[in-house]
């Protein structure tokens, strides 16, 4: 016997389609686990700017997010899976938000919604607005817009679902609860003299590195 | 309802050493305002309120207005006759003064009960740094609150006689106020995609361009 022909050889998706019409069911524990964490992602009820009112758009009839079993919108942090942060964070307000996140128990995800919560947006050179959610927190999906309409609500929570799809249950790439070097707790910042301290989280946000094009 | 003038004369005569003048608004909207003096200030506000032909019973506006220290410069003109007999000669002597700066509060008044206004009053700061202190007007109109406080959080003018004058907007331990012309902004820049302006000087500073070799047609636009 050689080594190959001890190591089993994964199904292919066809081998497992033409299962599934003859009435055989094949999953993985790690299959039927984000399956199920993805099509039941509850929101915080939180609206911070404009880009809420989208977000209200889309759990509405209309567009109805409950299609994708998100509809349950939370009022305590406690019960929530999903921090959308829709809409401008100014630096009064960013100190509030990451101890909500806090208080999110895991397994936890965060969507920034909108150019604001991405950048600080059309706000991002004022003295009084931070400049992207990012710096504090961990964002797993970016929706551009200003604000984005709920059709793009909608897909920024389809690629949050793929994303949790794609997670591997053991390994480094394990989600942050099946960790155990991950503490999942962020420092909240603390109010300065002009402006937040620290004002960043250098664990979370690294400044990047601007190269300046030769002809600006 | 009445004039800013008719309104002005009724008040000097109720208060004879009450500091009144009118600033007239030259543009189209035509909104004079009345400035006041800030000693009588609260009896002025509390007689526009109870007077039965005014009955400003609503302040729906308070704002702040920084007008900073402004040069001014003065041209006069005198002739000098020539001695010799020519033309007299014109000679142009330019002064300048600076015109000292001060904080300034408005209030729009309206009345709900004659469904007239607004009428428009303002009132001074001695300067920008250590006179900074009017009289509240939030026992008056009860609406001048939390817009006071935010006068007092963006421009620093100190009422006397809030109730509860703490910063609004801005956080406690803020430093500065911000909506003053001379503030300067903490230097946080980041990059920008399209920067112009201000935010261009800003960003030519944090990310000086490389020293590019001169190619040719390199200043070519």
Known sequence: M????????PLSDADRDELRRQGILLTSLEELY???????????????????????????????????????????????????????VTKKMAP????????????KYCIAMGACAISGGPFKQGYNVLKGIDRYIPVDVYIPGCPPRPEALLNG???????????????????????????????????????LVPPTNPEVWQPPTIVRPDKP | MESLEQIRDRLLSRYPGAELS??????????????????????IAAFLRDDPALQLDFCSNVTGVDWPDKEIVETTRTTIPDPAGGPPKLVEQKTKRIQPGYLEVVYHLYSMALKQGPVIIR????????????????????????????????FGVVFDGHPDLRRILMWDEFKGHPMRKDYVEPDDYEWEPTPHDEVLAKA??????PAAPAAPGANAK
């Open chain 2, 123 to 154: 009132m001074r700061t001695g300067n920008r740094t250590d006179q900074v202190t009017l009289p509240s007007l939030t026992p008056v109109w009860r609406s001048g609150e939390f817009q006071e406080r935010e006068v007092f959080d963006l």
């Open chain 1, 157 to 195: 929570l389809m690629t949050l679902q793929e994303k949790i799809r794609g997670q591997k249950l053991t390994g480094p790439n394990a989600p942050r609860h099946l960790r155990a070097d991950d503490a999942c707790e962020y420092p909240v910042p603390e109010f300065g003299e002009t402006d």
């Open chain 1, 34 to 88: 984000n399956w199920g964490r993805s099509h039941s992602v509850w929101p915080l009820q939180f609206g911070l700017a404009c880009c809420a009112i989208e977000m209200i758009a889309a759990s509405m009839a209309r567009f109805d997010i409950a299609r994708f079993g998100s509809e349950v919108f939370r009022p305590s942090p406690r019960q929530a899976d999903l921090l959308i942060v829709s809409g401008t």
């Open chain 2, 204 to 209: 030519k500073a944090h990310y000086p361009a």
């Open chain 1, 2 to 9: 050689t080594d190959s022909a001890n190591t089993p050889t």
């Open chain 1, 96 to 107: 509030q938000v990451v101890r909500l996140w806090n208080q999110m128990p895991e397994p």
């Open chain 2, 22 to 43: 009118i600033l007239n608004n030259p543009s189209p909207s035509a909104q004079h305002s009345l400035v006041v003096g800030g000693s009588a200030a609260r009896e």
